[in-house]
């Protein structure tokens, strides 16, 4: 396995523990601008760690977050569902970052601890099985 992946997979894990700790604390205006932050830095670490796998495994390079989980798609790590709630996570990522809405963040607060934690944390288990 490449070095690389190897190292980016360890900061995936440290930033999804790091995502996991801010979303069991009691939810207030400041831990919900937490996981969001959190949630922005794991996001990155996926969808790149994704990126060098899908190279190392299979030559595939691709260059975009929505192209990365495509590719996992059609490579049998995720499913139909899950890459449309993963294609859907880059669009509330993306908007995130260029708006600031209380309402949004609310809502996006509640994706990441009831959707999008679970399936990062999923794409880490499949990126980390294969490390192995």
């Known amino acids: 396995m490449d070095k690389t992946l190897v190292l980016k997979l360890e900061q995936f894990n440290k930033a999804l523990t790091s995502l996991k700790t801010a979303l069991a604390e009691k939810e207030n205006s400041i831990i919900r601008d ?27 390079d691709v260059f975009s977050p929505k192209d990365v989980f495509r590719e996992l798609r059609k ?7 899950e890459t449309e709630t993963l294609l859907i996570m880059v669009d509330e990522r993306n908007k995130i970052i260029h708006t600031y809405r209380e309402n949004f963040s609310n809502e996006l607060y509640q994706r990441i601890k009831n959707d999008y934690f679970s399936l990062l944390d999923k794409i880490y288990q499949s990126l980390i099985c294969y490390k192995h």
């Open 34 to 60: 937490s996981v969001i932050k959190r949630f922005e830095f794991t996001y990155e670490l996926c969808w790149k760690n994704a990126k060098v796998y899908l190279y190392d495994k299979f030559g595939v």
């Open 75 to 81: 490579n049998g790590l995720i499913g139909d569902k």
